[in-house]
């Protein structure tokens, strides 16, 4: 009891200067070659900060990304890509697109959401922008590595007549192109000794 009434004391403590009181840190991501820790610290007021760590030095850390929700980080297989799925408000989500800088640094290069939705009304044939009033997109994964290509899955609605679910696309980062075209993408990984 005594340990908990000088945590609730420290939590004050912290609370009063200013200083964010982190209740829950986890750190259970890696980026694809084991370097990176993704740390994601959990604050008791709502804002939450993910750190990226070097696994060789846990001493060096870098602050990439505070947010209010949820959020979550995909690396390239290389690493020098990175994106940011930012679960920002209950109707809506923001892609971020980073590239690397340093070891542990890592810049906002793009802001992918509202070109993805573009992408989506001019791939639809809308004349005006979809009307949606929740609208949600996600990367799911690195699809490619040359060029480093993203696999994103956009869901959105207003009503039963104005919604879409799990509708997919491409990003090429080195173009900056979106594509429905899969046929590309799946020729290029698919090897077949004998049909």
Sequence with gaps: MKSLLLLLAAATLHAADGTPFFDKVTTDDYSPRNDILVEHYFERNGTDQIW?????????????FTHERHATVLFSSDEEWLVINNENLSNESRLLLYRRKGPLEYAQV???TDPAWQFFDQSNGLKTPNEFDHRYVQALRWADDDPPTLLLCLDGHADSRNNTGEWYCLYDIKSKTFSTAFDAHNKKNTKLESK
Excluded: C
């Design 110 to 112: 793009a802001d992918l």
């Design 52 to 64: 990226l760590v070097s696994t060789s030095d846990p001493g060096k850390r870098h602050l990439l």
